[in-house]
């Protein structure tokens, strides 16, 4: 059990539990990215934001448990890239907005400017049993995964916008070239009930949504 009377900051940190992983904070969760600390080794020996694939994994916040985890915030929860698995009950409520960004990154050193393979390292939410994400005020993700075995709600007391981010691929050798654009979408996964139900606008960006049991999607917006 983690308690933060104020905020709670982690770049790039790795819980692990047993059982149950029990986080709050009374103002704003940000579970962040190590890219800081690649860039800082990239001013010394590299440029771009060249993160090499093998470590791409390792860039975001990770939080795993054996039964269930929860995070509470009485503010904001931010997970750039975050990483979160419960073999039992994911869950996690907000009193503002929730909020998971892609983090952009090369696969390529870009001293090598004739070549380009820039990706995302997206977030992934996952709750073996069930999945529950409620924010009061907006919830956004960006070619984020959102998946459960069993039933996955998610709810917002202001907007909800399931944004797609964009992958570029640029290869040149000698006079010839080639280039491709691949979205990824945000993917929204239950094995049983998916219901998403928004007080708000509902933005559906290039998102897949499957689900074994019954779909209910609502806006107020």
């Known amino acids: 059990m983690i308690h933060a009377g104020g905020d709670f900051v982690a770049q790039g940190a790795f819980i692990s539990a047993g059982k149950d992983v029990y986080l709050s904070a009374a103002k704003h969760i940000e579970l962040g990215s190590r890219a800081l600390v690649f860039r800082k080794l990239e001013s010394i020996f590299l440029s771009g934001n060249y993160i090499p694939p093998s470590r791409s994994l390792e860039s975001g916040s990770r939080i795993t448990a054996k ?5 509470i915030s009485g503010g904001d929860i931010n997970g750039k890239a975050v990483q979160i698995q419960a073999n039992g009950n994911t869950l996690l409520s907000a009193g503002r907005n929730i909020t998971f960004p892609s983090l952009a990154y090369s696969a390529i050193n870009q001293v090598n400017d004739n070549n380009k393979d820039d990706r995302h390292i997206i977030a992934q939410i996952r709750g073996n049993k069930k999945l529950t994400i409620a924010a009061n005020g907006t919830l956004t993700t960006a070619g984020a995964k959102l998946t459960s075995g069993g039933d996955v709600t998610l709810s917002s007391g202001g907007n909800m916008c399931f944004e797609s981010v964009q992958d570029h691929t640029y290869r040149e050798s000698g006079r010839e070239f080639t280039g491709s654009v691949t979205q990824q979408g945000t993917e929204l996964t ?5 219901t998403v139900i928004s007080n708000g606008s509902l933005l559906f960006q290039a998102t897949q949504l499957a689900a074994k049991g019954a779909m209910d999607i609502a806006a107020q917006g």
């Open 190 to 194: 239950s094995g049983g009930v998916l």
């Open 67 to 71: 039964n269930n985890i929860s995070l």
